[in-house]
């Protein structure tokens, strides 16, 4: 691994615990509250990692691409048809995590975003165009990247979906992370195109954000219940 990779790694780190201290001082220096100064310093924050990654890859992104990478047209139906392969990943691994391990449907880490996006509408870039570019380049690119060159796709496709899986503070749900951690890999390598992967993670995240934003909890809630009952007519529960 090169050492600008490092250097993006640590990038994101820094990135995801500097709260702990500019939150704060950003809440004591400026006339807003605690929930504001946590949100605006996430903002900033994410967007400052996202400039400087950006610039440490620019090595990255002035080569030219792989011989054998797909052209435009071909990444671009790969893009579309990853989204549904996505989808369809994470319902195996929904089914499979609520039926097999009980684990209830819905996700935690999505709810507190949604919560936010709701009270800070300018909150929506993060989860729907900031992080898939960062989260990509970084568990994709890098780490997946430098995994499959030393083992096989399944282990380092496994190994790069567990840390996004812990990273996102949800490792009871390692099966959906990893279905769509499969599937990002899976058209990275097909592709040659870092990028494929980076749109069909902004595309189910802004629609994830579309739909939740335009339903009411209760809602919500109904449609989980409904989606649980649809599960078990069948495996004729």
Do not use: C
């Amino acid at each position: 691994m090169t050492k600008r990779y490092w250097y993006v790694i640590l990038t994101y780190i820094i990135m995801q615990f500097s709260g702990i201290v500019f939150a704060p001082l950003l809440y004591v220096l400026l006339p807003v509250t605690e929930n504001q100064a946590v949100v605006y310093w996430t903002i900033f924050s994410f967007i400052a990692g996202l400039v400087v990654v950006l610039l440490l890859m620019r090595p990255d992104m002035r080569k030219r691409n792989e011989r054998d990478a797909s052209d435009v047209g071909s990444a671009v139906l790969w893009a579309i048809g990853g989204v549904f392969m996505a989808y369809f990943s994470q319902a195996i691994a929904s089914f499979i995590e609520t039926e097999l391990f009980g684990i209830s449907i819905g996700s935690q880490n999505t709810q507190m975003i949604m919560d936010i996006s709701r009270a800070f509408p300018l909150f929506i870039i993060i989860p729907a165009l900031v992080a898939p570019i960062l989260e990509e380049i970084i568990f994709r690119k890098i780490i997946f990247g430098g995994l499959y060159r030393k083992t096989n796709f399944f282990i380092a496709a496994l190994l790069s979906a567990l840390i996004f899986a812990i990273i996102h503070g949800e490792p009871e749900h390692i099966l959906i992370y990893g279905s769509m951690g499969f599937v990002f890999a899976f058209l990275y390598v097909k592709t040659k195109r870092i990028i494929v992967p980076i749109i069909v993670h902004m595309a189910m995240n802004s629609i994830s954000v579309i739909v939740q934003l335009s339903l009411s909890p209760e809602d919500i809630e109904r449609m989980q219940k409904q989606l649980e009952q649809l599960q078990m007519i069948f495996i004729g529960g």
